[in-house]
């Protein structure tokens, strides 16, 4: 199984400001024949099931708004949110979906506003 | 637009099966690129993948269950299901049905890609 580690576990930042969450994977999800790296993230707020922000390690899924961003490859991958809403108090999840069958995702980060 | 609903006893008791049910609207389990897929989520696993059916009803799942998952379809009601048999304290969690694309390379199924959208999920507690 490919484990994933995210970073911090828990971040404040303020509203309007940047916030960074980092993703590690134990492993490369670059494919060499797709030439695409298969990460995605997700976003969860109380009572809610996950929501999908971010496939392919940075094409947006529809509806998210561009103050969202995700990039990195192979086995480092960063979640930017440029400027903190109240909105986007939640945790948020990496996963990959490289691995032949079992997907895996990260422990969670905690956003919250300072 | 579709979309996922989880149904199920809330409660089990250790060493019975868990069985759960998921009801798709807006769109066919038998239809498109896509498998339909259960994931669980506790306070000490956190998210955790579970198994999933593909429109063809062929099934896979994680190696973590060994062999006490089932996933199932019923393709009359656009259902599909599953079974965990021999729960301990351990399963109890907050379980989901999502749906996620088949990702083709070349025109043939290569892997399972991302999952969305997700049901509600419903909580099943495992205690006698």
């Known amino acids: 199984d490919i484990v994933v580690t995210q970073s911090p576990d828990s971040l404040a930042v303020s509203l309007g400001e940047r916030a960074t969450i980092n993703c590690k994977s134990g492993?490369?999800?670059?494919?060499?024949?797709?030439?695409?790296?298969?990460l995605a993230w997700y976003q969860q707020k109380p009572g809610q099931p996950p929501k999908l922000l971010i496939y392919w390690a940075s094409t947006r899924e529809s509806g998210v708004p561009d103050r969202f961003s995700g990039s990195g490859s192979g086995t480092d991958f960063t979640l930017t949110i440029s400027s903190l809403q109240p909105e986007d108090v939640a945790i948020y999840y990496c996963q990959q979906y490289s691995a032949s069958a079992t997907p895996s995702f990260g422990q969670g980060t905690s956003l919250e506003i300072k | 637009q579709v979309q996922l609903q989880e149904s199920g006893p809330g409660l089990v008791k250790p060493s019975q099966t868990l069985s759960l049910t998921c009801t798709v609207s807006g769109g066919s389990i038998s239809g498109g690129s896509y498998y339909w897929t259960w994931i669980r989520q506790s306070a000490g696993k956190g998210l955790e993948y579970i198994g999933r059916?593909?429109?063809?009803?062929?099934?896979n799942y994680n190696p973590s269950f060994k062999s006490r998952v089932t996933i199932s379809k019923n393709t009359s009601k656009n259902q599909f299901s599953l079974n965990v048999n021999s729960v301990t304290a351990a399963d109890t969690a907050v379980y989901y049905c999502?749906?996620?694309?088949?990702?083709?390379?070349?025109?043939?199924?290569?892997?399972?890609?991302?999952?969305?959208?997700w049901g509600q999920g419903t909580l099943v507690t495992v205690s006698s």
């Open positions: 492993q490369s999800v670059f494919s060499d024949s797709h030439k695409k790296d298969y």
């Open positions: 059916i593909s429109t063809s009803g062929t099934t």
């Open positions: 999502a749906r996620a694309p088949v990702i083709k390379i070349f025109g043939m199924a290569h892997r399972m890609g991302w999952f969305d959208p």
